[in-house]
């Protein structure tokens, strides 16, 4: 159970420790607060992101892009993948079983590892001022969202749906319908 919660400058120092479920009797609470606090990245994603390596380790070998390095373009594409193919409904990666969202995490962690020990080749595009592009338009959205609030319609979502849409595909067999005007 917690308890109470004060502003701090209410409260001594030793009520402060109190309050923050250390005691002053144990050395170690003093020393561990100022460590990264590892305990808040739930289990479950440490877990998930190990079985979307544990994949990639005996396909390539555990953490090989140490070795060889890791080209961003490469990874921003396999994870887009995993994620637009989990937003438009497939849960689980036909290719390994996984799911797309543990793979997904499995690219993120790379590019941050990559990154983090000079293995990243940042092959990104020349930058662009994206949050200046965003900012922007914030007034041009509210003013579409102001032009039609009497309007209610219905928000579509995944559970309506459960069966997805054939999709159709161009193919060299099918003739080209052009509209007749």
């Not at 060889?68 to 994870?79: D, E, I, N, P, Q």
């Not at 990243?120 to 032009?147: S, T, Y």
Request: proline share 8%.
């Amino acid at each position: 159970m917690r308890g109470l919660v004060l502003p701090a400058s209410r409260l001594s120092d030793s009520e402060v420790t109190v309050k923050r479920g250390m005691k002053e009797t144990n050395p170690k609470d003093a020393v561990s607060t100022g460590k990264v606090p590892l305990h808040l990245c739930p289990d479950t994603v440490l877990v998930a992101g190990s079985m979307a390596f544990l994949e990639g380790a005996v396909k390539y070998g555990a953490f090989n892009w140490r070795r060889a390095g890791v080209r961003a373009s490469v990874y921003k594409t396999a994870g887009l993948d995993h994620f637009l193919a989990w937003w438009n409904g497939e849960d689980i990666d036909p290719d390994s079983g996984l799911p797309h969202l543990w793979k997904l995490l499995a690219c993120v962690a790379i590019l941050v590892d990559a990154s983090l020990i000079g293995k990243l080749v940042d092959d990104r595009p020349p930058k662009v001022p994206i949050d200046d592009l965003l900012k922007a338009l914030q007034p041009l959205v509210r003013e579409i969202k102001d032009r039609h609030a009497d309007k209610h319609p219905h928000q579509n979502t995944a559970a309506e749906f459960p069966e997805m849409p054939r999709l159709l595909l161009p193919t060299k067999s099918r003739k080209r319908v052009t509209p007749r005007g």
